[in-house]
């Protein structure tokens, strides 16, 4: 009797990893479901990190292998927020790549983001795919939750490999493009840059530190986006005195970004037209604004046809393009292009590769002031200036110290602090920068 009260007990467990096991594979829970595939017993490998976007229209194994080769034998989870487990079969067993397991998780709502259940699957995942879907949904029911914090501890703590295809790509930069109001066209975006739908947000979500300062762009072929990724960037420089930078795929085209800043481009070219676009603004143009980005104008970022150095690379199956963008420069196969608006119209010439520095170059529009990110922030504070600082301090709203540190650290941990209102001091000999921050 006794023995039949505890199998009683341990059935519904028993019948889960069965139903795990044998790959009718499926938990439903009140605000999401659960696909998982391969081992149900977790494992801990040493994930090799980085980031893999791609296009939307379609994965490019080569470069779907290049991301499971990254997570080093542990496991896959796939977060989405509508359709169900198409990816666990072919990141599982078709491509050839030893995984531990693949798990698909479908998000019903924002109420998902504090099932516990979800939160230890990220904790115990090296490699997190987005799929594609509705961009808004992800930021709505994802940013500022137990989801986005234990995806950045993920990656900060963990080194997980991370990437996303379509809208799973669109949200990965620092700077992003919500849809919180729906999509925007090129020719909407540049007739006026502040309509409703151009919903360009800089609210800390994911903590990528390569992508800190960069916008992404999918679809680029299909429809045109150059126009509207140009306006995106705009915006930014308008708006954060940012000079941003952005990279963008064509609908059957993958970047995978190592931990060195390598990107790699993957595709079908020559048989298809396949491009992955790594774009900044002119470093050698002084004062680097759009001389006209104003509510119900056409806009105007032409700087005599030199506003934006672009970095065209096709995608090829053995990825033997790349790109630097630690240096946003430094590329193989690819060729230089200049972009720029005049009154709405966008215009496209070539160009050459850029003799200045394009990441010094991308802070000193922001030289009054210090510039911080994210901002608010939860865990880590990544701190961007071109100068050296002898000292960091970290003041409450009261102007009570509450930190020093003397190394001049440009990553500052903050995550014991209360919520609240901070202020930093940047010191360097008898020189300083102040710049408020939000601790959430």
Known sequence: MRYLINLKKRLPFLFFLLVYVVGCDVLQAQN?????????????????????????????????????????????????????????????????VKVNSVETIVCNSRDASNDNYIIQKINQAEAIWFAGGDQWDYVSYWRDTPVSRA??????????????????????????????NGSVSSAEALSNPYRRSMTVDSSFFLDIPLLGN?????????????????????????DYQRNPFGIACNAYVAVCVDTDGKAIVY????????FAYFISPDCSVVNNQPEVCETGKPLTWYQDGHALKVYKIAGT???????????WKGGAGGEWLDWSIENGTFKEQTGIEPICDPVSASHELADTKL???????????????????????????????????????????????????YWLHMISGNKSKIVKFIRM
């Open 317 to 327: 199956n053995n990825g033997l393009n790349t790109f630097d963008i630690k240096k």
């Open 32 to 96: 999401f479901t659960s696909y998982p595939t391969g081992n149900p017993v977790d494992t801990v490998s040493n994930p090799q990190g980085g980031i893999c976007m791609m296009g939307g229209a379609g994965e490019h194994d080569e470069a779907m292998r290049w991301f499971l080769r990254r997570a080093n034998g542990g496991d896959v989870l796939v977060l989405r927020t509508s359709g169900s487990n198409g990816y666990n079969k072919y990141m599982y067993s078709q491509l050839g």
């Open 371 to 421: 510039l911080v990110y994210p901002n608010p922030v939860h865990d880590q504070l990544h701190i961007y200036h071109q100068n050296t600082w002898d000292e960091i301090r970290i003041f409450n709203s009261n102007g009570q110290l509450l930190l020093r540190d003397p190394s001049g650290n440009r990553q500052v941990e903050v995550m014991n602090l209360p919520i609240g209102l």
């Open 214 to 238: 960069v916008i992404t762009d999918t679809h680029y072929d299909d429809p045109d986006r150059k126009g509207r990724h140009a306006a995106f960037m705009s915006r930014i420089v308008q």
């Open 151 to 180: 995806i950045n501890k993920a990656l900060n703590n963990r080194n997980i490999v991370i990437g996303g295809t379509s809208a799973g790509m669109a949200i990965l930069g620092g700077f992003y493009f919500s849809a919180k």
């Open 267 to 274: 595709g079908d070219y020559p048989k298809y037209q396949e």
